[in-house]
């Protein structure tokens, strides 16, 4: 008899996994939904895209010297915001006219030439950051004019302390949650006020994350993948001003808008599927979707419910690291439970999970690449795991979607090559888990995704 090891196990891990088409009810844990700060969707839009919710930044003369003056103007704004892209703000504090990050950097990006609010970027380039330089620049700026320096030091300061850490594996993928694990690094958990030094040890490692659609957010109890973010979910979305933030008063102020900012993200609304879809084959994969997918992802149409659910790693089978890396990291668990974020009448707290939440799919056709890391290229081999290329690229210059598998067109390759090619044999990037599409038919996985073309 064949001796029966550890390898061959693993070896059919995938294929006895595939057998179950859903999860047993226990094991699944449920989120419990909290009470949100109540606010104004139009308040929230207009101090998302003009408001200066980082009080420094690059100064405006230095930023159009650099880049030019952007021409799509996208967001139809006015002054000198027209000159911007969309994931910039121009704020103006002592009469130095400064340019900002804005969470559109990563929460938006084009379909077919328009702009879409809510849609993750994932086309930004964060494969070579350690490269990144701009001490000479900052000296120029020291020496020609003071007064600006003065102004846009906090910015530069959380820069050059932040980029060299942020290095991915491969272009397409986001370390939101290393930029937040060095942020707090450099942070007094109750004062807020910067330290040059770390405060606590930051990891080695740079875990990749896929950047979710935020029109999600209305469904959800919690927030990031694992689904640790719990409570004020409009603390979790004001994390970016830890880049300039200079004390817990500054804090209070930013904080007072992002009620509006959550009511905003929740008024969002998936674009429609562009296509054609065909009907009776939709209907035939809502039945089948209703019967295997539905318990973790819950239902759509007039009577949807989400049911928010906690999908252990034993079940799921996905890539562990992002959930046992920054999510269970002990230093950046306690500091942000034990921080300005839990206290006042709103707080906010982390709860590590060993596992991932089972997200809505509300506008899932556009969402691609798929699984929390990126790692698939495609929806139709989120359904079918012997279509995941081991190794893939695609083109980041432009729009090249493809609607009807649907998902981002891609080669896929023998070997890697390079940051600009996926590869999923790498630490964080694998593209394992979420089997149970394997157990359907041919014709179960094409009528569930003409489905899903609906939502």
């Not at 077919?112 to 620049?137: C, P, Y």
């Amino acid at each position: 008899m064949k001796k029966l090891t550890i390898l061959s196990l693993l070896a059919v891990l995938p294929i006895l996994l595939s057998l179950r088409y859903t999860p047993a009810a226990e094991d699944l844990i449920p989120v419990p939904a909290s009470v949100q700060q109540p606010g104004d969707a139009a308040l929230g839009y207009e101090y998302l895209t003009t408001g200066d919710f980082l009080k420094s930044g690059v100064p405006y003369s230095y930023f159009i010297m650099a880049n030019g003056k952007n021409t799509t103007n996208y967001l139809n704004r006015s002054d000198r915001n027209a000159n911007v892209g969309p994931g910039y703000n121009v704020i103006t504090h002592d009469g130095v006219d400064m340019v900002i990050p804005t969470c559109l950097q990563c929460h938006a990006e084009t379909f077919e030439d328009k702009l879409i609010i809510g849609l993750g970027n994932t086309r930004l380039d964060f494969s070579s950051t350690s490269k990144i330089d701009v001490s000479s620049q900052i000296n120029v700026l020291r020496t020609l004019s003071p007064k600006q320096y003065n102004k846009a030091r906090p910015f530069f300061d959380a820069f050059t302390a932040t980029y060299p850490y942020m290095e991915t594996e491969v272009r397409g993928v986001n370390p939101a949650d290393r930029l937040a694990m060095v942020l707090v690094a450099h942070r007094d958990p109750q004062s807020l006020r910067w330290s040059d030094a770390p405060m606590i040890m930051i990891p080695e490692q740079v875990i990749p994350t896929d950047v979710p659609a935020w029109w999600l957010m209305k469904k959800k109890n919690a927030m990031f993948y694992s689904g640790f973010g719990r409570g004020d979910l409009a603390k979790f979305l004001m994390l970016s001003n830890l880049l300039t933030v200079s004390d817990t008063l500054e804090a209070r102020e930013v904080s007072s808008h992002f009620g509006n900012v959550l009511a905003y993200i929740r008024s969002l609304e998936p674009p429609k599927y562009p296509g054609t879809i065909d009907k009776v084959k939709a209907e035939k994969g809502r039945v089948v979707f209703n019967d295997n997918c539905s318990r973790c992802h819950g239902t759509y149409g007039a009577d949807g419910q989400y049911p928010n659910l906690l999908v252990p790693l034993s079940t799921i089978a996905t890539d562990s690291l992002l959930c046992y890396g920054v999510q269970q990291s002990k230093p950046f668990v306690d500091w942000f439970n034990q921080s300005w974020f839990v206290q006042g009448d709103n707080p906010a707290q982390l709860v590590p999970f060993n596992g991932y939440i089972a997200p809505p799919l509300d506008g899932v056709w556009i969402t691609a690449p798929y699984l929390h890391n990126g790692s698939v290229p495609t929806l139709e081999a989120v359904l079918n795991s012997k279509l995941r290329p081991q190794y893939w690229q695609r083109n980041f210059s432009h729009d090249e979607y493809d609607i009807n598998k649907p998902g981002i067109k891609y080669t896929a390759l023998t070997v890697p090559e390079a940051k600009h090619c996926y590869n999923t044999t790498l630490p964080g990037y694998g593209n394992m888990g979420h089997y149970f599409g394997d157990a359907l038919t041919d014709d179960e996985r094409k009528n569930v995704l003409e489905y899903l073309k609906t939502l």
